[in-house]
């Protein structure tokens, strides 16, 4: 069995970034707590990895220990959670992504400049949550494009992407805001990690019959993944360890792909891909054995 990976997976410039920043943030502690605000990036194997290694987890700022420092999460905050923090004294590392911080500016620029901001993604993701912050929460999200067909007629829209959204349907969207008002202004906030790895996957996955994401369940971009890859190859499945693979799905498999989300380390591909060598040498040669 031939094991393909995309050429662009894994591990994005932002999550990596985070990441770093929390194990710096570690080495300078001096028995100070560090604590993340929310889950640093949506990948549950990464993040025990993190608190075993000392990260603490705090879901909302009422949960931060009153001293130490506080890493914000890849998908950013509220500004009014930043605030809060930094008038409490604590020390505040931004692990907010670039692209995020480059959408939460757009978003406040459209809004400053009198556009009625549309978000296309999902509302409560934590990434949208810290965008509506900036702009009083006034904004529409939608995430497909019946939502946006059910939007009322405005006179000016202002459009920005969750970093994670599919381009194909990013650019769907678009077509449906143009016919709810006269002036639309479309501001390119796609992560380029989401375009490479999506484009990856769509080249991958017209190439193998079995297909692997590895990503965490709540990952956007892990699920975006998988929905592309589907297109071509239905044996696509998404999946956070090697445990939860299916024996049965690779008998007779020629070749399987793997690609990762944006959030998933390398450790954890590499496992992946151990695992399906130990499965192609015990079930796909017993099965040859068994046909001969």
Not at 22 to 49: C, F, W
Not at 71 to 85: F, K, N, S
Request: proline content about 4%.
């Amino acid at each position: 069995m031939e094991i393909l990976l995309a050429e662009s997976l894994g591990f994005c410039m932002g999550v990596k970034r985070a990441v770093d920043m929390a194990y710096k943030a570690l080495d300078k502690a001096e028995g100070t707590p560090v604590t993340s605000l929310g889950p640093l990036i949506h990948n549950s194997q990464e993040m025990a990895r993190l608190t075993n290694d000392g990260v603490g987890l705090a879901q909302t700022t009422a949960d931060v220990p009153t001293t130490g420092t506080v890493v914000i999460r890849a998908h950013g905050v509220t500004p009014q959670a930043y605030d809060e923090l930094k008038a409490r004294g604590l020390k505040v590392m931004d692990g907010t992504c670039p692209y995020v911080h480059y959408s939460q500016r757009k978003a406040r620029e459209l809004y400053e400049e009198g556009y009625t901001v549309v978000i296309t993604g999902d509302r409560q993701h934590p990434e949208i949550v810290g965008i509506l912050g900036h702009i009083n929460d006034e904004a529409y999200a939608v995430k497909s494009v019946e939502e946006a067909a059910a939007l009322p007629a405005l006179e000016r829209i202002g459009v920005i992407a969750q970093t994670t959204i599919s381009p194909k349907k990013f650019q769907a969207i678009i077509d449906v805001l143009k016919t709810k008002a006269p002036e639309v202004k479309v501001c390119e906030t796609i992560c380029d990690a989401t375009e490479e790895n999506q484009k990856a996957i769509r080249e991958l996955s017209g190439e193998v019959e079995l297909l692997y994401v590895v990503g965490g369940r709540h990952s956007a971009n892990s699920n975006k993944l998988v929905e592309v890859a589907r297109e071509q190859c239905q044996q696509t499945y998404l999946i956070e360890t090697p445990e939860e693979i299916d024996a049965a799905d690779v008998v007779g498999i020629r070749k399987v792909g793997i690609s990762a989300g944006a959030s998933t380390p390398d450790w954890m591909i590499q496992q992946v891909v151990q695992h399906l060598r130990g499965l192609d040498r015990t079930v796909n040669r017993a099965d040859h054995r068994v046909a001969a």
